[in-house]
């Protein structure tokens, strides 16, 4: 299985933004996925989580109110909708399928880097 990110950039505190994932097979459909983030000299930190259906989702306590993870398994995507951005959010955003179960996220993306300006 291969996920793609996209939709990073840059943009002004406040300001909104919306990386997608896409996977390669419509097999993802079945598994959770989630976001993480890396900051320079950070380790790499839980964002978001979502089940299979969408009917469930879990968010790091940071960014509980501001994003909001989402997915279209018609088009093998998930999304993370950012908003009221900080600079502190700035980070390479990896999505991740959970496909063993258990938040094991044995697939990663190659990461999509968010900048937030002051």
């Known amino acids: 299985v291969q996920l793609v990110e996209s939709g990073g950039g840059l943009v002004q505190a406040g300001g909104p933004l919306r990386p997608s994932c896409a996977a390669s097979?419509?097999?993802?459909?079945?598994?959770?996925m989630g976001w993480f983030r890396q900051a320079p000299g950070k380790e790499r930190e839980f964002v978001a989580r979502?089940?299979?259906?969408?009917?469930?989702?879990d968010y790091a306590d940071s960014v509980k109110g501001r994003f909001t993870i989402s997915r279209d398994n018609a088009k093998n995507t998930v999304y993370l909708q950012m908003t009221s951005l900080k600079p502190e959010d700035t980070a390479v955003y990896y999505c991740?399928?959970?496909?063993?179960?258990?938040?094991?996220?044995?697939?990663w993306g190659q990461g999509t880097q968010v900048t937030v300006s002051s």
């Open positions: 991740a399928l959970d496909k063993a179960g258990a938040r094991a996220y044995d697939y």
């Open positions: 097979e419509r097999t993802v459909s079945r598994y959770a």
């Open positions: 979502i089940n299979w259906s969408g009917g469930s989702t």
